[in-house]
């Protein structure tokens, strides 16, 4: 069974930056796609940012664009969401997802994955 694990949330204040993990566990998988998604209180879950498995293309939502960085380490099947100049705005529960072997067509529609961490808390004072 497929599990992914993430680390690295926490609190910080305006400006800061954090750096969550996000390890994948479980026997043999393949993944088309990996996304980070975020839910604040009230609100949605809402897309973050996504990347190609085996070719390493990222896409990102405007909000965070030029501010975080997602990146893949296949060999020690993690992916990493860089978070930098982080905004109140930010604050929420952060996800990891895992899209299968095939791809579904969307990489920033929470639907189109299979594999779901249990999410990390961020939270960003003003």
């Known amino acids: 069974q497929v599990q992914l694990v993430e680390s690295g949330g926490g609190l910080v204040q305006g400006g800061a930056s954090l750096r969550l993990s996000c390890a994948a566990s479980g026997g043999t998988f393949s993944f088309s796609f990996m996304g980070w998604f975020r839910q604040a209180p009230g609100k949605e879950r809402e897309f973050v940012a996504a990347?190609?498995?085996?070719?390493?293309?990222?896409y990102y939502a405007d909000s965070v664009k030029g501010r975080f960085t997602i990146s893949i380490d296949n060999a020690k099947n993690t992916v990493y969401l860089q978070m930098n100049s982080l905004q109140p705005e930010d604050t929420a529960v952060y996800y990891c997802?895992?899209?299968?072997?095939?791809?579904?067509?969307?990489?920033?529609?929470?639907?189109?994955?299979?594999?779901w961490g249990q999410g990390t808390q961020v939270t960003v004072s003003s």
């Open positions: 997802a895992g899209q299968g072997q095939y791809y579904r067509g969307s990489y920033d529609s929470a639907p189109a994955y299979d594999y």
């Open positions: 990347i190609r498995w085996s070719r390493g293309s990222t």
